[in-house]
Each structure stands twice: as structure tokens, then as C-alpha cells.
């Protein structure tokens, strides 16, 4: 399979198995913000599903160093990769890969992924289950710095999402561990909130997103950041929206979608344009 994709020109997208159906279980973020940018150049590509115990196997057989560690030094492997085989190029990280595809296919698609506009959001505070990608010295400073936000704002609160992951029932006991490794807990039920617990910690959430929807309130002819036009920073959110949507219960779902005058809800369908999975 992987040969003949090579042979046809389309870039392979390296993505985390989930239960299937996994194109409607799918909801890693990192991986949703590349197939995002995938669609926006509308760039031949086609998704290899990657078991989660099986990552850093994958990172090091296409000789991709991990990009992140834990704070005790030791790697943390994740996905995405793309593997183009026009160029023979191998990006293994969320960001550099839509620095990439902007490179690489400057006015396919819907255009430009990094449109020039001030993306000035702080998010401090909270607990954060995996380290974050490092945004200095990186293309496109004010995008990349607004990922970092963004990741931190909704990795605060993702104990939220977390007990709902949709595990592929082949690794799931694999994955399970490997999440409660990262949190530092012995039990699944550990990383469950409920009650009040959980109702603090929404309330801690929903004040996040409104820092962040500052940003999309300056522009009010659409539901994108630029208005009408859509660029990499949507897709950042709307990659993490994607997780919420799969994870979340179905009614706090519909809470997040009607925050701040339904603004994530727009957002989301806007996006649903680029949101094929392959």
C-alpha cells in the first residue's frame, strides 16, 4: 500500500488509531490540524493509522526524532508525520508540517495557511497532561506562539476528554497505561471527574475560551478569525474542537458549541469544508 501511494505522488499522513469506524472516531489534535491544512491546499494525500503503541516504533523507522519531552527529559513520541514522496521530504511535527505544505504548495487550495494578522492571546496556568511543542525561533512567530496558547489553554482541561477517548478495543489496554504514565496515576477512575470537581473545572474551561474568543469578536463578517477567510489558526482550534466534539458527553458538547454566543459551534461546521478524512 505504502508503495503504491509513494508511486502516485501522495503524501502519506501518519494519524493515531482510534475504535473504528476511525473516520468518525478520530480526534487527536495534532493530527486534525494537519489533515485540516491537507484539505485547505487540497494536496493529494491518503492516512496511514498508526496503533498508539506503535508510535514510536513509527517515528524511528522513518528516522523522525521526537519533537517534545516530558519534563523528566525522557521523549515523548507522537504523531503527526507526513511523508511526501515528490521531495522526499519527512516532517514530524503539527506545526512544521503546515510551514511545509505552505512552502511547498504556496497558492494551492484555499491560499495562504499563514495570512499576516495579530494573534495576541496569553493563556497561563493549569495542568498539563503531555509538554507542549516549543514556539520560539519557529516560521511564522505569531502563528506558532498562538498554537502554543491554544494547545496549553484546552491541554489545561483535557482531564475533561481524556476518560472518553475512543480506544481501539486491540491497544486500548496499552493506551490506557500509557495515558495514566503521563498523568502520574495509578487507576483509570483516577483521571474521571465528576460533580463538582467537574463542574469547577468547566467553569475553568469556558473562562479560557473566552480569553480566546476575544480574537474571533474582532471580526465580526464571519466565523473564522480573518472574517470570511480562513487560516492555520482556525484550524488550531477547530483540531482541538474536533477532540471535544468525539469525547466530550453529548450534552457538553452542545454546552462548549453555544460558549460565547455559539461562536465554537460556527467555527466547527465552518470548518466541516476542510474536515475529510481520507
Given at each position: 500500500?505504502?508503495?503504491?501511494?509513494?508511486?502516485?505522488?501522495?503524501?502519506?499522513?501518519?494519524?493515531?488509531?482510534m475504535?473504528p469506524?476511525?473516520?468518525?472516531?478520530?480526534?487527536?489534535?495534532?493530527?486534525?490540524?494537519?489533515?485540516?491544512?491537507?484539505?485547505?491546499?487540497?494536496?493529494?494525500?491518503?492516512?496511514?493509522?498508526?496503533?498508539?503503541?506503535?508510535?514510536?516504533?513509527?517515528?524511528?523507522?522513518?528516522?523522525?526524532?521526537?519533537?517534545?519531552?516530558f519534563?523528566?527529559?525522557?521523549?515523548?513520541?507522537?504523531?503527526?508525520?507526513?511523508?511526501?514522496?515528490?521531495?522526499?521530504a519527512?516532517?514530524?511535527?503539527?506545526?512544521?508540517?503546515?510551514?511545509?505544505?505552505?512552502k511547498t504548495?504556496?497558492d494551492?487550495?484555499?491560499?495562504n495557511?499563514?495570512?499576516?494578522?495579530?494573534?495576541?492571546?496569553?493563556?497561563?496556568?493549569?495542568?498539563?497532561?503531555?509538554?507542549?511543542?516549543?514556539?520560539?525561533?519557529?516560521?511564522?512567530?505569531?502563528?506558532?506562539?498562538?498554537?502554543?496558547?491554544?494547545?496549553?489553554?484546552?491541554?489545561?482541561?483535557?482531564?475533561?476528554?481524556?476518560p472518553?477517548?475512543?480506544?481501539?478495543?486491540?491497544?486500548?489496554?496499552?493506551?490506557?497505561?500509557?495515558?495514566?504514565r503521563r498523568?502520574?496515576?495509578?487507576?483509570?477512575?483516577?483521571?474521571?471527574?465528576?460533580?463538582?470537581?467537574?463542574?469547577?473545572?468547566?467553569?475553568?474551561?469556558?473562562?479560557?475560551?473566552?480569553?480566546?474568543?476575544?480574537?474571533?469578536?474582532?471580526e465580526?463578517?464571519?466565523?473564522?478569525?480573518?472574517?470570511?477567510?480562513?487560516?492555520y489558526?482556525?484550524?488550531?482550534?477547530?483540531?482541538w474542537l474536533?477532540?471535544?466534539?468525539?469525547?466530550?458527553?453529548?450534552?457538553?458538547?452542545?454546552?462548549?458549541?453555544?460558549?460565547e454566543?455559539?461562536?465554537?459551534?460556527?467555527?466547527?461546521?465552518?470548518?466541516?469544508?476542510y474536515?475529510?478524512?481520507?
Amino acid at each position: 500500500m505504502l508503495t503504491t501511494l509513494a508511486a502516485s505522488g501522495a503524501i502519506i499522513f501518519y494519524d493515531i488509531a482510534m475504535r473504528p469506524p476511525r473516520e468518525q472516531t478520530c480526534c487527536s489534535p495534532n493530527p486534525w490540524k494537519t489533515r485540516f491544512a491537507l484539505n485547505f491546499k487540497r494536496v493529494p494525500y491518503s492516512t496511514t493509522w498508526v496503533p498508539l503503541p506503535d508510535v514510536p516504533k513509527i517515528r524511528r523507522s522513518l528516522s523522525v526524532p521526537a519533537c517534545r519531552k516530558f519534563a523528566d527529559g525522557t521523549d515523548f513520541y507522537t504523531l503527526p508525520i507526513i511523508e511526501d514522496p515528490t521531495t522526499g521530504a519527512v516532517v514530524g511535527d503539527s506545526f512544521d508540517i503546515a510551514v511545509y505544505l505552505q512552502k511547498t504548495f504556496p497558492d494551492s487550495g484555499a491560499g495562504n495557511l499563514f495570512p499576516p494578522q495579530t494573534l495576541e492571546h496569553e493563556f497561563k496556568g493549569g495542568w498539563l497532561l503531555v509538554p507542549l511543542s516549543e514556539y520560539r525561533d519557529k516560521e511564522y512567530p505569531e502563528y506558532a506562539k498562538f498554537n502554543a496558547m491554544v494547545d496549553a489553554a484546552f491541554t489545561a482541561h483535557v482531564q475533561l476528554a481524556a476518560p472518553n477517548l475512543p480506544f481501539d478495543p486491540e491497544t486500548e489496554e496499552a493506551s490506557r497505561a500509557e495515558f495514566m504514565r503521563r498523568a502520574g496515576v495509578q487507576r483509570w477512575e483516577d483521571l474521571i471527574l465528576v460533580g463538582e470537581a467537574r463542574e469547577t473545572i468547566k467553569k475553568s474551561f469556558r473562562e479560557a475560551l473566552g480569553g480566546l474568543a476575544k480574537l474571533f469578536l474582532r471580526e465580526t463578517s464571519g466565523p473564522f478569525l480573518l472574517g470570511t477567510k480562513a487560516s492555520y489558526a482556525d484550524l488550531i482550534v477547530g483540531a482541538w474542537l474536533q477532540m471535544m466534539r468525539v469525547t466530550l458527553p453529548e450534552s457538553e458538547w452542545e454546552e462548549l458549541r453555544g460558549w460565547e454566543g455559539g461562536l465554537f459551534g460556527r467555527l466547527h461546521d465552518a470548518l466541516d469544508v476542510y474536515a475529510e478524512v481520507k
